[in-house]
């Protein structure tokens, strides 16, 4: 299901420029795809947009969980309030500009899926609920059960909202990104990302891989 555009929006081409971003032994450096990580390292983004629209960010962790990393109203005890939409030039750093994701115990393979959109993606947020509400249940059975139906199916269905549904050009963009580092040093490094741009009513989407060993 799509909503209508935003109030004001004009036909220009979306753009989103993103940036990975990794903190490892306190110096940070851009998270390139196919690179290895520990568990324990630190990470995190950066993203704005030439116009006012709707950004979702995911994670399929090795596990093979799928978390939602934007929008997201809190990470653990910290308030965040990452909302959609977001406002045409802002640079947003999730999941805060002093606030970092990390890594845990589990290997594997990790990956990254972002999508842009000039409308909110409606089909998309209730099918994340879904699979959402599904895992709550699962971790809350006593005994412990094997994964439903339900969520099997929910999965299924956010897998096939993920695949590449827009045509999207991808150019290399570098920029200073003001942060603070896990041991709370401010720091501005240069940072290789993209920006990547579609044509009017084309989703911009893409994904990065990364190694978890």
Same mark, same amino acid.
């Given at each position: 299901?799509?909503?209508? %555009?935003?109030?004001?929006?004009? /036909?220009?081409?979306?753009?989103? /420029?993103?940036?990975? +971003?990794? !903190? ?20 995190? +983004? ?12 995911? &994670? ?12 997201? /109203? ?11 939409? *977001? ?13 970092? +994701? ?22 998309? /947020?209730?099918?994340? &609920? ?18 439903? %139906?339900?969520?099997? !199916?929910?999965?299924?269905?956010? +897998? ?9 050009? *991808?150019? !290399? ?13 401010? *720091? ?15 989703? *911009? ?9």
């Amino acid at each position: 299901m799509i909503v209508p %555009a935003i109030a004001g929006q004009d /036909e220009t081409p979306l753009q989103i /420029e993103f940036h990975a +971003f990794a !903190d490892t032994g306190g110096k940070v450096v851009s998270l390139q795809k196919g690179m290895t990580m520990k568990s324990g390292d630190y990470y995190g +983004f950066a993203f704005k947009a030439n116009q006012d629209c709707f950004v979702y960010i995911f &994670q399929i962790d090795s596990s093979g969980a799928i978390n939602q990393l934007f929008p997201m /109203e809190s990470y653990g005890k910290y308030s965040l309030q990452n909302r959609n939409p *977001v406002a045409k030039g802002k640079q947003y750093i999730i999941p805060r500009n002093d606030l970092w +994701f990390y890594l845990d115990s589990k290997v594997g393979e990790e990956k990254i899926i972002l999508i842009g959109s000039r409308t909110a993606l409606t089909d998309l /947020e209730t099918q994340f &609920q879904s699979y959402s509400n599904s895992s709550k249940q699962i971790i809350a059975s006593v005994p412990q059960v094997q994964p439903s %139906a339900d969520l099997a !199916d929910s999965k299924t269905k956010l +897998f096939e909202l993920f695949k590449h549904r827009g045509v999207t050009v *991808v150019e !290399d963009k570098t920029e200073k990104i003001s942060m603070t580092t896990q041991g709370g040093q401010a *720091v501005s490094p240069s940072l290789s990302g993209k920006l990547m741009s579609s044509q009017p009513g084309v989703l *911009v989407d893409d994904s990065l891989t990364f190694w978890h060993k």
